[in-house]
């Protein structure tokens, strides 16, 4: 069974930057995606940023593209969600999510029912 676990959330001010860790164990497969997606109180969860494990191939929702980078060191079996430059509005809880499919990526993040594990997810305040 995948597990997923996720780090790096916390409290920070506007313009600021925060790293997050996903940690994936319990599989052997070098064939999948992992998706970083967040929901604020009231809103649908919204996919943010994929990678695919194989060739590195990365998505980026337009609300973060040039802000968030993704990133993975496979021999740690983790993917980071770099983001900078933050505001209010990436208020939310942030989760990482492994996905068997690796094609498509943009269609991939708008649909959280195609990723079959998720970790448990970590608050990311933006307030002054």
């Known amino acids: 069974q995948v597990q997923l676990v996720e780090s790096g959330g916390g409290l920070v001010q506007p313009g600021g930057s925060l790293r997050l860790s996903c940690v994936v164990s319990?599989?052997?497969?070098?064939?999948?995606?992992i998706g970083w997606f967040r929901q604020a109180p009231g809103n649908e969860r919204e996919g943010v940023s994929s990678?695919?494990?194989?060739?590195?191939?990365?998505y980026y929702a337009n609300s973060v593209k040039g802000r968030f980078v993704i990133s993975r060191d496979n021999a740690k079996n983790t993917v980071y969600l770099d983001m900078t430059s933050l505001n209010t509005d990436d208020t939310a809880v942030y989760f990482c999510a492994f996905s068997w499919r690796t094609s498509n990526m943009a269609i991939l993040l708008s649909r959280p029912d195609l990723f079959a594990s998720w970790g448990q997810g970590t608050q990311v305040t933006v307030s002054s």
């Open positions: 319990g599989f052997s497969s070098d064939d999948y995606t």
């Open positions: 990678i695919g494990a194989t060739d590195g191939t990365q």
